[in-house]
């Protein structure tokens, strides 16, 4: 259970166009979603925090106007980058907070990730 | 703010020998939650183990085990019995205290198991 469904999986776009990634929880309900920027060989860095319904919380130094995060429903969250440019190439992952059957704890399931390269 | 440090970059292991990957983190807040996930070169981010910061006894999952330290603030993942497969990124990561939760990645770890 608890599947966050991720897509597309990798894109190529030219610069300055815009690009779209979403994200879907298959068999839960994911009031928040993080997504996160993630460099080669590096660790993943939290771009913004986004719950259903009201406008998403951005990590300080990343560019709101930039890249556009809707979370308009329990189901599905997006990301779109715009205006793309070359170092905006980079690997883009999703998470939900998932509620544990314990009730003690959450856990957190990720999307496989989408690979944006900018041309 | 909440730290999360991992000092080795790099990792080599002999296959079917045990290894353990260090995480420190630094954080005030009393209630917290430690996790690692294992990142394959295909880039998913797969669940390993989970620590609660009340939590009595050292979390166990199948090979892999949590060395939890509180005083020191360690909390370091011992593999037991590598495989090739495992062979990947570790991340060691910590919930905040803030009210989103959100997980706080350490820089990594790259294992290599040799055959």
């Known amino acids: 259970g608890a599947v966050v469904s991720q897509h597309p999986s990798w894109v190529i776009c030219k610069s300055g166009t815009s690009v779209k990634i979403e994200c879907r929880s298959l068999?839960?309900?994911?009031?928040?979603m993080f997504w996160y920027r993630q460099f080669p060989k590096q660790s993943l860095m939290l771009m913004a925090t986004?719950?259903?319904?009201?406008?998403?919380?951005?990590e300080q130094g990343v560019e709101k106007d930039k890249f556009l995060i809707n979370h308009a429903s329990l189901t599905l969250s997006t990301l779109t980058v715009t205006s793309a440019h070359p170092e905006d190439s980079s690997f883009y992952i999703c998470?939900?907070?998932?509620?544990?059957?314990?009730?003690?704890?959450?856990?957190?399931?990720f999307g496989s990730g989408t690979r944006l390269t900018v041309v | 703010a909440q730290k999360i440090t991992q000092t080795q970059p790099g990792m080599f292991v002999q296959e079917k020998e045990a290894v353990t990957l260090d995480c420190t983190y630094d954080?005030?807040?009393?209630?917290?939650?430690l996790f690692w996930y294992k990142q394959p070169s295909s880039g998913e981010m797969i669940f390993l183990i989970y620590?609660?910061?009340?939590?009595?006894q050292n979390a166990t999952e199948g090979r892999y085990s949590l060395n939890f330290q509180k005083a020191r603030k360690s909390a370091n993942l011992v593999i037991s019995a590598s495989q090739l497969g495992d062979s990947a990124m570790y991340f060691c990561?910590?919930?905040?205290?803030?009210?989103?939760?959100?997980?706080?990645f350490g820089s990594g770890t790259q294992l290599t198991v040799l055959p």
């Open positions: 998470s939900a907070r998932v509620p544990q059957p314990s009730g003690r704890r959450y856990g957190y399931t």
């Open positions: 068999d839960f309900q994911a009031t928040t």
């Open positions: 986004s719950n259903e319904g009201s406008k998403a919380t951005y």
């Open positions: 954080t005030s807040d009393p209630s917290y939650g």
């Open positions: 620590q609660g910061s009340y939590d009595q």
């Open positions: 990561a910590m919930t905040s205290s803030g009210s989103a939760r959100q997980l706080t």
